[in-house]
């Protein structure tokens, strides 16, 4: 939980700062929260045998900036912190947002 809550508080710090739009603040926020109810329900439908929800989904909520979310949420449900194959498509999707985070950074908003 402490990476996932440093990074949100990080990007805060940031846009706070005027180092990156409020825009971007509220995609992390928005998307972290999305990724912490996904994870909550895909649990939730575990542990009672019910309809999961895809692991691409989870993926794509982590890549577009919900991973600091999914962080939080895979420590607070105990859920896919150990299945080594979700995990290294996981990190892929952290990298690649934040790739693009310091793409976007250094390429707009440096450049104004």
């Known amino acids: 939980m402490l990476y996932g809550t440093l990074s949100l508080a990080f ?11 409020a825009g971007i603040l ?3 926020l928005t998307a972290s929260a999305a990724a912490v109810i996904a994870y909550g329900m895909d649990k939730s439908a575990a542990q009672s045998g ?16 919900g991973w600091p979310g999914a962080l939080i949420a895979q420590q607070m449900f105990h859920h896919k912190s150990r299945k080594t194959s979700f995990q290294a498509i996981f990190l892929a999707t952290v990298a690649l ?7 976007y950074w250094l390429t707009v908003v440096r450049a104004r």
């Open 50 to 65: 019910r309809w999961r929800t895809a692991e691409s989904t989870l993926h794509v909520l982590g890549l577009i900036g």
């Open 97 to 103: 947002n934040c790739g693009a985070l310091l793409w």
């Open 26 to 28: 509220i995609l992390y």
């Open 11 to 21: 990007i805060y710090v940031l846009a706070a700062r005027g180092l990156l739009p």
